[in-house]
């Protein structure tokens, strides 16, 4: 109980430590001018970092979130009997579409939706969804059958043993897959910038088109950061809501 | 209380069982038995219905389990598995919980319902409410699961190899605590297992199984006497008279001891000394507590009886009154003595077995045979 409680106080110092970082562009300037000596322009001066953090935030939520409801969803579908036949393909889907690089996705994506939130926001769904389902499927799979057998034998029905056994069994393998599923989202949601979508890809853009790597360094580290940040929440609630059992 | 009429069960083109026909009375123990892939486990499931019968019919109290959803069927049934059927993520009290919490008990009952079963299986509430499969012992985690399976009171237990992962040492106390539970609950049991030894200790009756079809329905005694062909012939093997002393508890021949009580302040002799013709006698405390043996002669020499005496140990050199012939047979053989005391749970004096009641037993067995 008490390491909990610790955990959760070392997470939210973070959290605060975070937003009161990309709120203080003083102190970015004054890291960056040490990092970068001799550059003019430090900070990228159309909109602030909390902002640009604001706009990534939103971009992964709504396409992180998305992917968790259909990736565990679908993930659940092609583990059950009416969904098996289905199993091998979406396992090897998932596998293959890993190995198409986000920012063909992206390419491919502007012509059907255009520029702007809506293309970045395909990709990056497509992209994160592939490891939550590779974890479902592994963690549901990974369920014992004598534990399935005990449960229908008890007299559970079929989704009393998914959502009393099977589900509680596969969580933290599910809960993997979630996290390295938004900590890629953060990463590649820098990408959007490029069809003006926003985000911390804003000031890493116009670094390199301006050639100027402090830009570059703000945003590429504000993202990290974040990316860190959400891995710990993540964690946190993970080991908040489902109990620790000796495995 | 069950029959089976005429079931069968294919997977592909061949039969996991074959014309299965057979009725388990009301109360009592019937064990399947048989090499591996001879049906017994399937049978278990056609009952509770994870597998459904090609053809044929199950009874329970004369109602078709097909008139019964099977999700319903199966809470009236408890159903033991080995050890890791238990759910890890819950506590030893959720597991126990399992089914009187499909059932909608409320949380007093169920709470109260936990306690009464770890009682029952002799696990103290305090300990081991609260612990996570992972850190029971496989006896413990076997235990566990039989009182899930007891949770909802059910008249029907299937079990299917409930001993079969825990060490031959913990089995033999596990099996004797199933008798026990069993003669305070009398449920109707049916047992799967491939461990002839465990089928003729706990069976009323015994089914052997070979292909998915029924060799052999006989009482344990009949099984090994007479053995219908040469197939149950070898499968109960040519040690079938040391078997049969494994059905017999001691208590039936065991003779009264002859014991000398000391009292345990002057240590003199407070009662006993028969003048009889023996060449030792057994010391207990005057509340009857076995503490060793003593020589004829040196009893007339006159000595305290507790400096005379040898001392010993009644967990371990005596034999408790629950235990059977075979295992009295094993403790003389290998303390090298030709007579043992039996004592009850409290280690008091009840008795004495030797070679000759053994001997006297197995020629009944055979006469009888």
């Not at chain 1, 190995?99 to 994506?109: G, K, M, R, S």
């Not at chain 1, 009393?160 to 099977?166: A, F, I, P, R, S």
């Not at chain 2, 008798?179 to 461990?195: A, G, P």
């Amino acid at each position: 109980m008490g390491k909990l409680i610790r955990g959760w106080i070392f997470t939210l110092l973070f959290l605060v430590l975070f937003v009161i970082t990309v709120s203080h562009m003083q102190w970015w300037r004054f890291f960056l001018s040490n990092v970068f000596p001799g550059q003019k322009e430090l900070v990228y001066p159309r909109a602030d970092l909390s902002l640009l953090v604001g706009e990534h935030l939103v971009l992964v939520l709504f396409s992180a979130g998305a992917a968790v409801v259909c990736g565990v969803a679908l993930g659940i579908f092609v583990t059950r009997q009416a969904g098996r036949a289905f199993l091998d393909i979406v396992s090897d889907m998932s596998s293959l579409s890993q190995t198409i690089p986000p920012v063909a996705v992206l390419a491919l994506a502007v012509p059907v939706a255009g520029f702007g939130v809506k293309p970045t926001f395909i990709a990056l769904f497509l992209y994160s969804i592939l490891p939550v389902v590779r974890n479902t499927i592994t963690g549901l799979e990974s369920v014992g059958q004598e534990v399935k057998q005990a449960a229908r034998g008890m007299g559970m029905t079929r989704m009393q043993t998914l959502l009393h056994v099977e589900v509680p069994l596969a969580v933290p393998v599910i809960m993997a897959g979630i996290r390295i599923a938004v900590v890629i989202n953060i990463g590649t949601a820098t990408l959007g910038a490029v069809v003006g979508a926003g985000g911390l890809g804003t000031p890493i853009v116009a670094g390199l088109v301006r050639e100027n790597p402090a830009f570059v360094l703000e945003g590429a580290l504000a993202a990290g950061l974040l990316a860190l940040l959400a891995d710990r929440i993540l964690a946190q609630l993970e080991k908040s809501l489902f109990k620790n059992y000796a495995r | 209380m069950i029959r089976l009429e005429r079931v069968s069960k294919y997977y592909g083109e061949n039969p996991a069982v074959k014309n299965l026909s057979f009725t388990v009375q009301g109360g009592e123990v019937c064990v399947l038995i048989g090499p591996s892939g001879c049906g017994k486990s399937t049978t278990l499931k056609l009952i509770n219905r994870l597998l459904s019968a090609d053809s044929g019919e199950i009874f329970i109290n004369n109602k078709n389990i097909n008139a019964f959803k099977p999700e319903l069927l199966r809470r009236e049934i408890g159903y033991v598995i080995q050890s890791i059927g238990l759910f890890p993520h819950m506590t030893v009290a959720e597991n126990i919980a399992t089914v009187p919490r499909l059932l909608s008990w409320d949380r007093a009952g169920i709470s109260h319902r936990v306690d009464e079963l770890l009682e029952l299986i002799g696990l103290d509430r305090r300990v081991y409410r609260d612990k996570f499969p992972g850190e029971l012992s496989g006896g413990e985690a076997q235990r566990i699961g039989v009182a899930r399976a007891l949770a909802a009171d059910p008249p029907l237990l299937l079990m299917d190899e409930p001993f079969g992962a825990v060490d031959p040492l913990t089995r033999e106390v596990l099996q004797q605590e199933f008798l026990n539970i069993q003669q305070e609950l009398k449920k109707t049991v049916i047992f799967v297992t491939h461990d002839l030894n465990e089928a003729i200790r706990l069976a009323d009756r015994i089914i052997i199984m070979r292909g998915g079809e029924i060799i052999q329905n006989d009482t344990p005694e009949r099984v090994l006497s007479r053995p219908k062909n040469r197939f149950v012939r070898d499968f109960v093997g040519t040690d079938r008279v040391l078997k049969r002393l494994s059905r017999i508890p001691v208590a039936t021949y065991m003779l009264e001891a002859r014991a000398i009580a000391i009292d345990a302040k002057t240590n003199r002799m407070r009662s006993g000394r028969q003048a009889e013709n023996r060449h030792f006698f057994w010391v207990t405390a005057a509340d009857k507590r076995l503490l060793g043996w003593v020589d004829k002669h040196d009893l007339e020499a006159q000595s305290p009886v507790k400096q005379a005496m040898t001392r010993i140990d009644p967990k371990t050199d005596a034999l408790n009154q629950h235990a059977t012939l075979r295992e009295a047979l094993a403790h003389i053989l290998s303390q090298n003595v030709r007579t043992i005391a039996v004592v009850d749970d409290k280690c008091r004096l009840v008795g004495e077995i030797g070679l000759s009641q053994i001997e006297k037993a197995t020629e009944e067995v055979r006469e009888n045979g």
